[in-house]
């Protein structure tokens, strides 16, 4: 059973700093291409940055030079490490794997900038 579970999400300030992670199970982590998208209320689903297997990271024009993905293959782990976030950044943050045609989803973790 392949399981993706995100955490780290909560409540920070305009300007402050979240690192969110992604545990990955019942796949094998390093042959995935890894993403984080986010989902606002009454907005689509975006993506926000992805690490290939290749360690290529493209980012998204809006999180660039303030976001850092991650991954360590050891443990399974993804990461995104967030600097000054902004309020339009509220959303559900989502893990992703992606291998050839098939993919997975992880449950989201709730990330609310507000002061």
């Known amino acids: 059973q392949v399981r993706l579970v995100e955490s780290g999400g909560g409540l920070v300030q305009p300007g402050g700093s979240l690192r969110l992670s992604c545990v990955a199970s019942?796949?094998?982590?390093?042959?995935?291409?890894m993403s984080w998208y986010r989902q606002a209320p009454g907005k689509q689903r975006e993506l926000v940055a992805t690490?290939?297997?290749?360690?290529?990271?493209p980012y998204a024009d809006s999180v660039r030079g303030r976001f850092i993905i991650s991954r360590d293959n050891a443990k399974s782990t993804l990461y995104l490490h967030m600097d000054d976030l902004k309020p339009e950044e509220t959303a559900v943050y989502y893990c992703n794997a992606v291998w050839g045609i098939g993919g997975y989803w992880g449950q989201g973790t709730q990330v609310t900038v507000s002061s």
């Open positions: 019942g796949i094998t982590f390093n042959m995935y291409d």
């Open positions: 690490i290939t297997t290749s360690q290529s990271t």
